[in-house]
Nanobody, 119 residues
C-alpha cells in the first residue's frame, strides 16, 4: 500500500499560480498511476488530471491549458502546477494512487490540501 500526503495549497489571487505536491511512501511509487481530484463545497469530487506509470497525462476540460500534472519517481512525488487560477478552482485537492498491477481494488487517497482563489 501507499500513503499520500499533499502540500502546497493556500490562498491565491485570481490569475495566480500554485504548485501542489503529493509525497508518497510505503510502496513502489513507480508502479502507481497517479491523479489529482478536487472537491468544492456542495459538489462531488471531480477528476482534475492523471499521469500513468509511463508518464502519459490527461487533464480535465475545466483545467486544460492551465494545470500540468507531473511526477518525479526518484522523489516519490507527483505535482500539480496550477496557473491562471480562477475562483471556481477553489476546492480541496486530493492526491490519488492506483496500483497499476492490481487495479482499482488498490486505490489510495491523501487527506487533501485546500486551495482558495479569491481577490
Amino acid at each position: 500500500q501507499v500513503q499520500l500526503v499533499e502540500s502546497g495549497g493556500g490562498l491565491v489571487q485570481p490569475g495566480g499560480s500554485l504548485r501542489l505536491s503529493c509525497a508518497a511512501s510505503g510502496s513502489i511509487f513507480a508502479l502507481y498511476n497517479m491523479a489529482w481530484y478536487r472537491q468544492a463545497p456542495g459538489t462531488q469530487r471531480e477528476l482534475v488530471a492523471t499521469i500513468t506509470t509511463d508518464g502519459t497525462t490527461m487533464d480535465a476540460d475545466s483545467v486544460e491549458g492551465r494545470f500540468t500534472i507531473s511526477r518525479d519517481n526518484a522523489k516519490n512525488t507527483v505535482y500539480l502546477q496550477m496557473n491562471s487560477l480562477k475562483p471556481e478552482d477553489t476546492a480541496v485537492y486530493y492526491c490519488n494512487a492506483v496500483n497499476s498491477v492490481i487495479g482499482h481494488a488498490a486505490t489510495y487517497w491523501g487527506r487533501g490540501t485546500q486551495v482558495t482563489v479569491s481577490a
